[in-house]
């Protein structure tokens, strides 16, 4: 070989080695995309402009190397931390929202959504984070959304890590429908800034980048939407809108933001009569409720007075669908099919994918097995009652005290109908087909390389065996390693990448403190302010030992002689001792049950 040639082949390949690998593959999550807009831009639609003059918009098309999109099922309800969680596999969070209500504490529990950030966030290798973007979503939708993108586009060719998928996450998506902006033509933007950012990729790789977008519910454009009056309905039915559950008449309805869809938290002893009582709300469309007095057996009403129940058979994962009275969610069709096809049990029960494959276009996408699991699983504390909306109505909370929101709500979602949870998936890589949110991980690999925060970040929280055993897709260490602790206690799980550190005292010190006054923001400005009370020190000493040892981590059992005030507020900093300083430091508010022990959620 010619001697220049083998030298311009070393530089060549010295070039290649030191030369920084991009990731292969782009997923971005992108809030609140509907199945039928992103269908619409890939088939083309005409549009007409400000001038009147009719115009065609095309986008994400096989000419580009997408593939046809597909379906992503939504949870029930088709809320974005239900099913984001849901979508990753990740530890249900303790509500369906951020306010939520616990079992444990019999509390309603309230934190701000603006601020506060769930694991699907923290997994992304970039999302918009900052207070500031987020509480200018609402307002400025299309301008957050350029941003957001442009910052991505940064923070892909920044990307230091050698891990081979990017992770994204977009909400202004979301927050623009929300406001009724232009979700065609902000998705329109998103193409070409994709199409900009897969040329220069191609040039500098050599070969394509892969992308694939997913949503995780759709939105229903169904304008502003009349305000259901669920509290005075109540009240006139003769029920108490409480934040803990004393007796057969109190309810808790934990409400953020404008939603098609209601929880509704009873005493289990009157959640059929309750439920009876809802048909009559105006603006109810379908109403689910867990029957008591029976294990996984879940009765389905809708505002026609028509009655079925839903039998779940957890060992196998089938369902039955027995009407009593017409026929709420038109099902009896697909029982006919199922029956013709063989596929039907002497006693009604059919698999969860046969139920899955006769129900995909329907009306109610998979509502069985969306119903059980939102009445059982898909939140650590699901609600007694789950009304899904008629989409001329919406649920908002206390922050819409006054109609300026309302006014200028375009759109929302939550509901159990095709609309509202049918999101997408999209790929330029790989051929999808419609999938329930349970099982998008298991199309890609369970999503590998999804950013490990607990070992970037300083963060605690109470945990129990039983809570963690909910993780659907483990990939911290504790997530396997959780089986070997006792069935019942609590404990206090610690991560921090200061903890790896040697020279570090294996105990932990903390102070708890009781916040006083009322929690409930919607109590007026004063409650903000808390009021802390004396500070009380603990040492936590008894570590657990687990198989793995995980640098970044550590789990502490409850101290025994630590005693606290039952049904109350609590804030809890902690913090390591290393060499001659403090490591690890972190910080968190919990409620006390009624035997004043913390709640883990
Ligand atoms: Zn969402």
């Known amino acids: 070989m010619n001697r220049s040639i083998i030298f311009l082949l070393l530089i060549f390949l010295g070039g290649v080695t030191t030369s920084r690998a991009l990731p292969q593959r782009l997923v971005i999550t992108l809030d609140g995309i509907s199945y039928r807009d992103m269908k619409a831009l890939q088939d083309g639609v005409n549009d007409t402009n400000g001038w009147g003059v009719v115009f065609h918009r095309r986008a994400f098309t096989a000419d580009e190397g997408y593939f046809p999109v597909s379906r992503m099922i939504s ?16 530890r249900p969070q303790p509500g369906y929202q951020r ?11 309230f934190v701000n959504g603006l601020t506060s950030t769930i694991e699907h966030e923290r997994q992304m290798d970039w999302q918009a984070d900052s207070n500031f973007a987020r509480s200018m979503g609402y307002i400025y939708s299309v301008h957050t959304f350029k941003y957001e993108m442009h910052k991505l586009v940064q923070e892909f060719w920044k990307v230091g890590s050698t891990n081979p998928v990017f992770y994204v996450y977009i909400r202004s998506s979301d927050d623009a429908q929300h406001m009724d902006r232009d979700i065609l033509s902000m ?29 995780d519910h759709g939105h229903n454009h169904a304008g502003r939407g009349e305000r259901v009056q669920i509290r005075s309905f109540l009240e006139k039915a003769g029920y108490h809108m409480a934040q803990s559950i004393n007796g057969p008449k109190d309810v808790v309805l934990p409400t953020s933001g404008i939603e098609d869809w209601i929880e509704i938290h009873n005493a289990p002893s009157e959640t059929e009569i309750l439920a009876e009582q809802l048909v009559r709300l105006e603006g109810a469309d379908v109403i689910a409720a867990r029957l008591s007095d029976q294990t996984n057996a879940f009765l389905v009403l809708n505002s026609k007075g028509e009655k079925a129940i839903i039998r779940w058979n957890a060992a196998q994962n089938t369902f039955q669908y027995s009407a009593k009275k017409g026929d709420p969610l038109g099902y009896l069709p697909v029982i006919e099919t199922l029956s013709r096809k063989g596929q039907l049990e002497v006693n009604g029960f059919a698999t969860a994918d046969d139920w899955m494959n006769e129900t995909m276009t329907n009306h109610y996408p998979l509502a069985l097995q969306r119903i059980v699991r939102g009445l059982t699983s898909v939140t650590l504390n699901p609600a007694t009652i789950l009304v899904s909306l008629d989409n001329r109505y919406v649920n908002a909370g206390w922050l819409v005290n006054d109609a300026s929101l309302l006014e200028s709500c375009g759109s929302t979602h939550g509901a159990l109908d095709d609309i509202n949870s049918l999101g997408i998936i999209l790929s330029n890589f790989v051929p999808t087909h419609d999938t329930p949110s349970d099982r998008v991980a298991g199309l890609f690999d369970n999503f590998p390389g999804l950013r490990a925060y607990r070992s970037e970040e300083n963060g605690a929280e109470w945990v129990s065996k039983e809570e963690q055993a909910t993780v659907r897709i483990p990939r911290d260490p504790f997530d396997w390693d959780y089986t070997s602790l006792p069935d019942d206690g609590l404990f206090l799980r610690v991560w921090s990448p200061d903890l790896a550190w040697s020279g570090n005292s294996p105990s932990l010190e903390a102070t708890i403190e009781k916040i006083s006054g009322p929690s409930d923001p919607s109590a007026g400005a004063q409650s903000l302010k808390p009021t802390m009370g004396h500070e009380i020190r603990v040492t936590f000493k008894e570590q657990v030992s687990f198989p793995t040892n995980c640098p970044y981590e550590r789990v502490y059992a409850y101290p025994r002689n630590l005693r606290l005030e039952p049904q109350a507020n609590y804030e809890i900093s902690g913090w390591g001792e290393g060499e001659g300083r403090n490591v690890g430091r972190f910080e968190f508010d919990f409620r006390t049950d009624s035997h004043g022990r913390p709640v883990a959620y």
């Open 99 to 109: 306010t939520y209500f616990s079992v444990a504490a019999n509390s309603e529990v």
């Open 187 to 215: 998705l329109t933007i998103l193409d070409s800034d994709l199409q900009d950012l897969r040329a220069r990729y191609k040039a500098q790789e050599g070969h394509d980048l892969q992308i694939l977008l997913i949503s």
């Open 75 to 90: 949870t029930f309800p088709s809320t974005s931390d239900v099913a984001w969680t849901d979508i990753f596999g990740d």
